[in-house]
């Protein structure tokens, strides 16, 4: 597996639920950034967690981070169509910023 | 999504030609990054550039020449290229070139190579 590898590949839900993805990496890391993009297009950034950090929020994004499992997650609450997207988590490698990011997980939300 | 742009969005080249990508950022950052992006496969980093200087080359064949003339341009010069470089060539700036720095990405070329 790859450093910063999400679960599930695809996700497809209801407008209203809400949907969580999940990301594992290898190696120790002092942040992790989870990433959306839409299809075709460039990545936005959403959220950055520290390693001192276990969970945080914005607006409804809430993003958890076990450095003992080397795991992240991100659930998006009350979803909306407009959520459809793919979704990136991105971990530091090699010092500096260079950023290694997974395959993704494809959500489409449905009305 | 306008911070940073990208040109052209779609180009469709024969593997004898040669263009370039351009890539402009209109945030005052002192990194910019160029990626790969191809089907099914995980975003492949290919350059960092910090304050004009390339301080990454990840392996990536001679056929692709960056060139980062100041701050806010940066350029792949693209030469004799194979069909398997078709991708999607994703742009990237940074505040600097430091993890916990948040990069902001362009819209992306969409590179087909025939």
């Known amino acids: 597996s790859q450093q910063g590898e999400e679960d599930p590949q695809a996700l497809s839900i209801q407008e209203g639920e809400n949907a969580t993805m999940n990301c594992s990496y290898k190696t120790s890391i002092n942040n992790l950034q989870w990433y959306r993009q839409n299809s075709g297009r460039g990545l936005v950034h959403l959220i950055l967690i520290r390693s001192n950090e276990r969970e945080k929020h914005s607006g409804r994004l809430r993003v958890t981070l076990d450095t003992s499992k080397k795991s992240s997650s991100l659930l998006i609450t009350a979803s909306r169509a407009a959520d459809t997207a793919s979704y990136f988590c991105a971990t530091p490698t090699g010092g500096g910023n260079k950023l290694t990011f997974g395959t993704g997980t494809q959500l489409k939300v449905e009305l | 999504e306008t911070g940073v742009t990208q040109t052209p969005r779609h180009l469709v080249m024969g593997m004898t030609n040669k263009k370039s990508l351009k890539c402009e950022q209109h945030?005052?950052?002192?990194?910019m990054y160029w990626y790969k992006q191809s089907a099914k496969k995980p975003l492949e980093l290919m350059f960092v550039?910090?304050?004009?200087?390339?301080?990454e080359n990840n392996s990536v064949p001679s056929r692709f020449s960056p060139e980062c003339p100041n701050s806010s341009h940066l350029f792949l010069h693209l030469h004799t290229l194979q069909p398997e470089d078709s991708a999607l060539y994703l742009c990237?700036?940074?505040?600097?070139?430091?993890?916990?720095?948040?990069?902001?990405f362009g819209p992306g070329t969409r590179l087909t190579v025939l």
């Open positions: 945030l005052g950052h002192n990194a």
């Open positions: 990237a700036s940074s505040s600097h070139p430091r993890s916990t720095d948040t990069q902001y």
């Open positions: 550039y910090s304050l004009e200087e390339r301080v």
